[in-house]
């Protein structure tokens, strides 16, 4: 599966951005998909992940409540929607695919990765 994110920008703290993270190759198996941030000078970090029928989703403790993923199989895309956004949420973030369906936290789960979309959070 390849991927491709898009939607990053800049917003003022307590604003929204929605990322978009659009799938193409071999979707017609179930996969994964979860988002991971990186900021400057820190490791790459789970966000969140959603397996293919969108139960047993995941989320990074300092997201729940603010952030939400979901994700439409028939367009073959994943969406990261982030309200209330804070300075600190600000990264590169990533979306990755898991070819066995599975969610977790660790970046070497996952079989492929998009290019990174800037999200910078600041007034």
């Known amino acids: 599966v390849q991927l491709q994110a898009s939607g990053g920008g800049l917003a003022q703290p307590g604003g929204s951005l929605r990322l978009s993270c659009a799938a193409s190759?071999?979707?017609?198996?179930?996969?994964?998909v979860a988002w991971f941030r990186q900021a400057p000078g820190k490791e790459r970090e789970f966000v969140a992940g959603?397996?293919?029928?969108?139960?047993?989703?995941q989320y990074l403790n300092a997201v729940k409540g603010r952030f939400t993923i979901s994700r439409d199989n028939a367009q073959n895309m994943v969406y990261l929607q982030m309200n209330s956004l804070k300075p600190e949420d600000t990264a590169t973030y990533f979306c990755?695919?898991?070819?066995?369906?599975?969610?977790?936290?660790?970046?070497?789960?996952?079989?492929?990765w998009g290019q990174g979309t800037q999200v910078t959070v600041s007034s």
């Open positions: 190759g071999r979707t017609n198996s179930a996969y994964a």
């Open positions: 990755a695919a898991q070819g066995l369906n599975l969610v977790g936290p660790n970046p070497r789960l996952y079989d492929s």
């Open positions: 959603i397996p293919m029928n969108g139960g047993n989703i």
